[in-house]
Structure formats: C-alpha cells, structure tokens
C-alpha cells in the first residue's frame, strides 16, 4: 500500500486535536467500575506511601475520609488488591493526584494518551495509503468511551500504533523500546511479538529486538513477588471456544455497532494486503482479537456468553478499523449512531456506562436530603463508592449515613418505608425488587440511562 503524502503532518496533528479536545471536554465526567474501585485509588496510595512496584495495600487515607462503617462497598472491605499488573500507568496517574486529587486530574492524565494514540492511528492510516484512515477511530465507541476511562487499556492503546509504525519502518531499536513500553502499561503489549515474528518471517533473519515484549514480561514476572497475573477466565474446551466464545468475539470486533460496514474495504484490504504494512496490522488485529476471545471476561447470565470488558479488545478492534478504512474511513461514521445506545457487551462499549454515573451524580442531593430527614436509604455497592469519594467527580462532599446492599443482602434487612436506589447498571438489585413490593418515588436520567428510587412497602406477594 502506498503512503499518503501529508508533507506537514496535519492529518496526525489533527487527530490529536481532537482527541485531547474530546478528553477535555468530558473533565467532570465520574469515574466508574475499575478506574473508580482500583486503579485510581491504587494511584492515591502510591500518593501517600510513595512509588512502588507493588500497588495494593491498605485502603488510602483519601478514601477512608469517605467511609463510615457498616457502609464499605463490598470491593474495598479487604483493601486494594494488588493485581500484579505493571504500574507505569498507575505512577502517571499518582503524578496528577499528587498535585490535585480530583477527577479532573485523572482525565487531564488521560488527555496525553488520548492524543498520542490519536496522532499513531492517523500516522498508521497514512501508511496504509489513505491520508484519512486513522480518523476511522473516531467511529468506534469503545475508543470514544475508553478515553474517557482511567483504564490500564488507555495508555496501551497509545503505545500500540507508534510500535507498529517502528516495525513497518524496519525501526527495530524503537520497536524494542516502545514494546517495553507498551508491556510495562499492561501485559497483553506482549502481543506485539507477532507482528514481530511476521516481519522477521518476512526478512527471514532472526531480530534479536523482536524478542524485546516477551522478555520484557518474563522480566516482570521475575521482578513483581506475585509473579505474572493470571488470567480471568479460559474457556471450558476448544469446542466452547470454537462454538462461542470465537463467534463472539468476532461479532464484536467486526460486526456490532456498525463496524460490519468496514467490512465493504475487505476487497481493497486483499487486494494490498501483500505490503508489509497491511500485513503486520493484520497480524496484529486478528493476534489481538483471537487472544481476548479466549482469555477475555466473559458475562455468562444470558442465551451464551459474551465479552463484556469491551476495552480488553480496543487495541486490535482500532487496528482492524484503519486496515478495512484505509480505502472508506468514513465507513466507520455510522457507528457513532451507537454512542450512547446501552450494548450488550457491557458499559464500555459506549457511552452509556458513563451516561448512567451521571445519572446516579444527578441523585446525591435527594439522597442526602432523604438522609438528613431520617428516612433508610440503600445503594448498591457501585453507587456507594461514587458517593462517598469526592475524588471521583460525582459529589463535592462524601454522602453520609448510607445503607449499602451487595448480592448477598437479605430482603428481609429492607424495612417498609425504606428507600432502595436502583442504579442505571452494574448493581444486584434484582434479587430484592423481586422479593419486595415497592412503589416509585423518584428517577433520574442521562441520555438513555436511568436510575431510579422505590420505597419499600413490604414483602411481595407470593
């Protein structure tokens, strides 16, 4: 495939504009799910106790001013696990919260990755041979969401398009640094050994740096007293995996939310694919999304199993994404109309997750007021961690006197009058509203995320 000539770089430029202008706008954005319960507290622990490579530990002060007892979501009851991940990204974070612990502090450390990832897939799409391609990043959702998400996957996807730009330019010295990068965010940069081994396939000569991504996560292995973190899940057998597992994963990557429409450039894609550039993304997109469709989590409650940490594939779907729109980028366009749908892949498939933080930020002062009259009111475990930490951007004080129900709550600790909080995703509630009879009180909404609030009248008929 041809380059496309951009003389002064304005396509790359450009697509960081915008990407940091994206970041910046969503400042007051709440953080959600793991960058609420772990990386960002994990981050203010390194704050307080100073860097280490060894990020859990006790619960931070700053996150224990929030807390009374009885009422500690269910995910900090015993401290911050350490998940023997690499900290670089959790060191980033430490650097902003060490100046102001405020999410808008998390998102402003967000806004370089964002860009540099931005400017990389611009730059990569150029290799491909359209001046545009990059831009088809900007209609996928799941990069959309992810930037403005303190997730270990965002600075990896920054790494990712500069250390395959090193490989297509036979950069084999910068490829072996940004491959160490790229592990030292999160462990599956190791991926980019495949890429790797392809090009030196192609040259037919062994690259001692081609080997730089594995070593670097044996060298961490070694280096963290835990050793490598473990998977979340393998599937049951190779059958499972060919019969769903696969088939899922592929769907989405490559199918879901408008992304089937790339698929019209899959013609232009086999038609250029012998230059090395389309193959080494190739390699490394179909690596990435086969990997994660084995190793992914997985929700299992419905008809068959889907990967619900969407942000685990971003790297390999945003790949996949400039290769089929290196010929159409705007094909990717209609998959904005998916922005701020809800996915049955989970909230980090869109806007919707963070659409439903906002939502349940909009309830803090009704719940507090319900409070202050003396009126029970329980939240689910989720919702509690947002309202107690400032630092997560939904309350500017930490709601008092909470109620916090988990999967294991007993309906019958629900008295009548009581008022149950029903957040717009991720908590247990089911199991209550179908042991209670309940009457609505109040709702909130944010785009098409809502939570709502029922008081409690007793037992349900049986």
Same mark, same amino acid.
């Given at each position: 495939?041809?380059?496309?000539?951009?003389?002064?770089?304005?396509?790359?430029?450009?697509?960081?504009?915008?990407?940091?202008?994206?970041?910046?706008?969503?400042?007051?954005?709440?953080?959600?799910?793991?960058?609420?319960?772990?990386?960002?507290?994990?981050?203010?622990?390194?704050?307080?106790?100073?860097?280490?490579?060894?990020?859990?530990?006790?619960?931070?002060?700053?996150?224990?001013?929030?807390?009374?007892?009885?009422?500690?979501?269910?995910?900090?009851?015993?401290?911050?696990?350490?998940?023997?991940?690499?900290?670089?990204?959790?060191?980033?974070?430490?650097?902003?919260?060490?100046?102001?612990?405020?999410?808008?502090?998390?998102?402003?450390?967000?806004?370089?990755?964002?860009?540099?990832?931005?400017?990389?897939?611009?730059?990569?799409?150029?290799?491909?041979?359209?001046?545009?391609?990059?831009?088809?990043?900007?209609?996928?959702?799941?990069?959309?969401?992810?930037?403005?998400?303190?997730?270990?996957?965002?600075?990896?996807?920054?790494?990712?398009?500069?250390?395959?730009?090193?490989?297509?330019?036979?950069?084999?010295?910068?490829?072996?640094?940004?491959?160490?990068?790229?592990?030292?965010?999160?462990?599956?940069?190791?991926?980019?050994?495949?890429?790797?081994?392809?090009?030196?396939?192609?040259?037919?000569?062994?690259?001692?740096?081609?080997?730089?991504?594995?070593?670097?996560?044996?060298?961490?292995?070694?280096?963290?007293?835990?050793?490598?973190?473990?998977?979340?899940?393998?599937?049951?057998?190779? *059958?499972?995996?060919?019969?769903?597992?696969?088939?899922?994963?592929?769907?989405?990557?490559?199918?879901?939310?408008?992304?089937?429409?790339?698929?019209?450039?899959?013609?232009?894609?086999?038609?250029?694919?012998?230059?090395?550039?389309?193959?080494?993304?190739?390699?490394?997109?179909?690596?990435?999304?086969?990997?994660?469709?084995?190793?992914?989590?997985?929700?299992?409650?419905?008809?068959?199993?889907?990967?619900?940490?969407?942000?685990?594939?971003? =790297?390999?779907?945003?790949?996949?994404?400039?290769?089929?729109?290196?010929?159409?980028?705007?094909?990717?366009?209609?998959?904005?109309?998916?922005?701020?749908?809800?996915?049955?892949?989970?909230?980090?498939?869109?806007?919707?997750?963070?659409?439903?933080?906002?939502?349940?930020?909009?309830?803090? =002062?009704?719940?507090?007021?319900?409070? *202050?009259?003396?009126?029970?009111?329980?939240?689910?475990?989720?919702?509690?961690?947002?309202?107690?930490?400032?630092?997560?951007?939904?309350?500017?004080?930490?709601?008092?006197?909470?109620?916090?129900?988990?999967?294991?709550?007993?309906?019958?600790?629900?008295? =009548?009058?009581?008022?149950?909080?029903?957040?717009?995703?991720?908590?247990?509630?089911?199991?209550?509203?179908?042991?209670?009879?309940? *009457?609505?009180?109040?709702?909130?909404?944010?785009?098409?995320?809502?939570?709502?609030?029922?008081?409690?009248?007793?037992?349900?008929?049986?």
């Amino acid at each position: 495939m041809p380059r496309a000539a951009d003389p002064r770089g304005v396509a790359p430029a450009l697509a960081a504009a915008l990407a940091a202008g994206w970041v910046l706008t969503g400042l007051r954005v709440p953080l959600v799910e793991d960058s609420l319960f772990w990386w960002v507290p994990q981050a203010l622990l390194q704050v307080e106790q100073g860097l280490s490579i060894e990020t859990g530990g006790p619960l931070p002060a700053a996150l224990q001013a929030g807390l009374e007892p009885g009422a500690v979501p269910r995910q900090w009851t015993g401290g911050l696990p350490d998940y023997a991940h690499p900290p670089l990204w959790t060191w980033w974070l430490a650097a902003f919260l060490a100046v102001a612990p405020r999410v808008e502090a998390v998102h402003l450390a967000a806004a370089l990755p964002a860009a540099l990832a931005a400017a990389g897939f611009a730059s990569l799409g150029q290799r491909l041979g359209h001046r545009y391609a990059g831009f088809a990043i900007f209609g996928l959702p799941p990069v959309l969401s992810l930037w403005w998400r303190a997730e270990l996957d965002l600075p990896l996807l920054a790494v990712v398009p500069w250390a395959l730009l090193a490989l297509i330019d036979g950069r084999w010295g910068r490829f072996a640094v940004l491959s160490v990068l790229a592990v030292g965010c999160k462990e599956p940069g190791v991926l980019l050994a495949a890429p790797a081994a392809w090009r030196c396939l192609h040259e037919r000569r062994l690259r001692p740096q081609a080997l730089a991504p594995l070593l670097a996560l044996g060298a961490w292995g070694l280096l963290h007293p835990a050793g490598l973190a473990s998977p979340e899940r393998l599937p049951a057998s190779v *059958d499972a995996w060919l019969r769903t597992d696969l088939p899922a994963a592929l769907r989405l990557a490559f199918w879901d939310q408008g992304r089937g429409l790339l698929l019209l450039g899959l013609p232009f894609v086999l038609r250029h694919v012998r230059g090395m550039p389309g193959q080494l993304c190739v390699v490394f997109a179909v690596t990435w999304v086969v990997f994660f469709s084995a190793v992914g989590f997985f929700a299992t409650g419905g008809p068959s199993p889907l990967p619900t940490h969407v942000r685990y594939f971003v =790297p390999g779907l945003a790949v996949a994404a400039v290769v089929l729109g290196a010929r159409w980028p705007a094909l990717a366009l209609p998959g904005l109309l998916s922005l701020l749908q809800p996915s049955p892949w989970g909230p980090e498939a869109s806007l919707h997750g963070l659409a439903a933080a906002r939502a349940e930020a909009e309830a803090a =002062p009704w719940i507090a007021r319900r409070i *202050d009259e003396g009126q029970a009111v329980w939240v689910g475990s989720y919702h509690a961690a947002a309202l107690t930490q400032p630092w997560a951007g939904a309350v500017p004080a930490p709601v008092r006197g909470l109620r916090v129900y988990g999967p294991e709550t007993d309906p019958a600790a629900l008295a =009548p009058g009581d008022l149950l909080v029903i957040a717009a995703y991720g908590e247990p509630a089911g199991r209550l509203l179908r042991a209670l009879s309940t *009457d609505p009180v109040a709702s909130w909404s944010e785009a098409r995320a809502t939570a709502r609030a029922v008081r409690v009248r007793g037992p349900a008929p049986r």
